[in-house]
């Protein structure tokens, strides 16, 4: 519920206030976002599974985001920038899925 | 916060308030260091009723004040910060996002939009260069025929003119003047620069003849009677000194008994026209130049 509520106050102030993004942050905010959300689809499977910790929760946003960003400039750094991402991206998504799948399991025991 | 690794973090499926921190040692599941199992693992018994399942995201939901649900509610909205940043982001970005292939597709449709208009330009350029010569050079011979036009409008006596000259009234009370001394004025009036002659009502042409008539002069068939007023354009001084010098048109008609009376003017109107009509013997020799 409250993060929810979060989501939508963080969705609401980015309508608000429009930002633009520095550019220096642009080719990380993508993956960032990605990583993200697969924390949160993790957060959501393990309330399911019962296993879920705030701090292990929030240790692994912040992780996932950075890690993610990290990547990608490593993969700039190395010349391979799209690559690594389309990477991390499949990676990331790959995990969403599965989340995803296993919160359906869940919910709906199907 | 506790102190109790993550791989410690398995928290009861029945009693859970989650947010608490309780380290329990429950059963050893397999040691994920994150709280997603590896996909295909089978949860917790417990988890498996859809019903309870329900329940405890509900509960999982519950507003609690507490640091990590605010930290949690904090991330949350970074994160949907974040991802509308990045939705404007990429709604507002134009070519930076688009694949090599892509971009090569569209710079070549450019270059050939680009090509193709650059064709087009020249094209319209040379026509419209062509157009405006055209124009120029009709409009040039379209201001020489019309000055040919007026010039020979002038001549011919087709065309009225308007100009400095002078007005010479010759009075003939007695009828002594005559078709000769009429002629001889405008024979001096030519000499003398005039450009239009206008007798009575009569152009003066080429073509006009004098002769006598019985109430005054046939001009070129038309009857003027006296007192006789001749009209010319030209340098007004030189027609008149032309009409004054000794033994000239003036002291004819005065030795004739008539008497001429001279006006300079700054405007001379030749209204009087003739109607031209093709000779009927004479054919122009063609020549080379128009």
Redesign the interface.
């Known amino acids: 519920m409250i993060p929810t509520l979060g989501l939508a106050l963080g969705v609401v102030i980015g309508l608000l206030l429009q930002p633009a993004v520095p550019v220096w942050l642009q080719p990380y905010l993508p993956i960032a976002v990605i990583a993200a959300l697969d924390a949160v689809f993790g957060a959501l499977r393990a309330i399911l599974d019962g296993i879920f910790d705030d701090k292990v929760f929030v240790v692994s946003f912040l992780f996932n985001v950075v890690v993610a960003g990290f990547i990608v400039f490593l993969g700039d750094k190395l010349g391979v920038g799209s690559q690594l991402s389309t990477g991390v991206i499949v990676v990331l998504g790959v995990r969403i899925f599965s989340n995803v799948a296993a919160i359906r399991r869940h919910l709906f025991d199907a | ?2 102190t109790r690794e ?1 791989q410690d ?6 009693p ?1 308030p ?2 608490e ?1 309780e380290p329990r040692e429950a059963q050893p ?1 397999p040691p994920e260091a ?6 295909g693992e089978p ?2 018994q ?5 019903r309870r ?2 329940h ?2 509900l509960r ?5 004040a ?1 640091r ?19 939705v ?3 709604s507002i970005e134009g070519l930076e996002n688009l694949r090599e292939d892509e971009l090569v597709r569209i710079f070549a449709g450019v270059d050939r939009d680009g090509d193709r208009l650059g064709d087009d330009i020249s094209e319209l350029e040379s026509s419209l260069e062509r157009l405006r010569g055209q124009s120029t050079n009709e409009e040039e011979a379209q201001r020489s025929a019309q000055q040919r036009l007026e010039a020979l409008g002038i001549l011919a006596g087709t065309a009225p003119a308007h100009g400095p000259g002078v007005v010479m009234t010759v009075r003939d009370p007695e009828r002594q003047v005559t078709a000769p001394m009429v002629l001889d004025a405008i024979q001096e009036l030519r000499d003398a620069g005039a450009e239009a002659i206008q007798v009575g009502d009569v152009r003066v042409v080429a073509d006009t003849w004098f002769t006598q008539a019985d109430e005054g002069l046939s001009v070129s068939g038309t009857v003027v009677r006296p007192p006789y007023v001749i009209r010319a354009i030209g340098d007004g001084n030189t027609l008149a000194g032309a009409m004054e010098i000794p033994g000239g048109v003036s002291a004819t008609v005065r030795r004739a008994g008539g008497e001429t009376d001279i006006q300079i003017s700054d405007e001379v109107e030749i209204d009087a026209l003739l109607t031209l009509s093709p000779p009927q013997y004479a054919r122009p020799v063609p020549t080379s130049t128009p």
């Open positions: 916060m506790s993550p973090a398995r928290l009861e499926p029945e859970e989650e947010a921190h599941g994150e709280h997603e199992p590896p996909e949860g917790p417990a988890a498996r009723d859809p399942a329900w405890r995201l999982a939901g519950a507003p609690r507490t990590a649900n605010a930290l949690a509610m904090l991330l949350a909205g970074a994160l949907g910060f974040a991802i509308i940043a990045q404007r982001q990429t």
